[in-house]
């Protein structure tokens, strides 16, 4: 069966049911207020670079969290489902299939097919629900943007380039050098 058969519509009214009837064909398909989004499967520096920075997150990670990778699907309401690159959750709010309450932190690895609906689409949307941090990392440079979420809005919490450290409190504290992200 192709893509095309198990997807009937061209709409924005997916829903987080729908996910379940699509195929297992190595994209990723994330639904943003009801809009299906399929990306291609990433590359090998972006694994690169989520493997390392999951690693550097659970080595400082405290007991009541769990940093995890995508692909899991963060589901707020029934018409958005994201897949963040890495995440940081209460290990209470761990669902048996996903997860649906506010993340601690949210993480983005751009890559060329992605990068607008990073720093865009899921910027947005992980603001409007809740999400207390929100990471970019850019591996093309290497580079991380950081934001707080306050008062229903994120804001600048730093930035790094290359060999740069950024030393940061939320979700917890940690220091981050995006040189370190990849095996130069």
């Known amino acids: 069966m192709t893509a095309m058969a198990v997807m009937p519509r061209v709409s924005d009214d997916w829903t987080v049911d729908d996910l ?3 195929p297992d064909d190595g994209l990723q398909y ?3 207020d009801g809009m299906l989004i399929v990306s291609p499967a990433p590359a090998p520096v ?3 670079v989520v493997s390392e920075l999951c690693a550097q997150l ?3 990670c405290p007991k009541h969290l769990k940093a995890l990778v995508a692909p899991l699907d963060w589901q707020p309401d029934r018409h958005t489902s994201l897949q963040p690159d890495v995440l940081v959750v209460d290990r209470s709010n761990i ?3 996903n997860i649906s309450r506010p993340l601690a932190l949210a993480v983005e690895v751009l890559s060329p097919s992605t990068r607008r609906k990073d720093r865009v689409l899921k910027f947005s949307k992980y603001a409007d629900a809740g999400v207390s941090s929100y990471w970019v990392v850019d591996p093309a440079e290497p ?3 950081t934001y707080n979420l306050v008062d229903g809005a994120y804001t600048d919490a730093g930035r790094a380039q290359g060999a740069e450290s950024l030393s940061l409190d939320r979700p ?4 981050i050098t995006p040189a ?3 095996d130069l």
């Open 46 to 48: 972006h694994q690169e």
């Open 58 to 60: 659970r080595a400082v």
């Open 20 to 22: 379940e009837h699509l």
């Open 172 to 175: 917890f504290p940690i220091t």
């Open 95 to 97: 669902g048996e299939k």
């Open 180 to 182: 370190s992200l990849i």
């Open 30 to 32: 994330e639904l943003v």
């Open 143 to 145: 580079s991380i943007e």
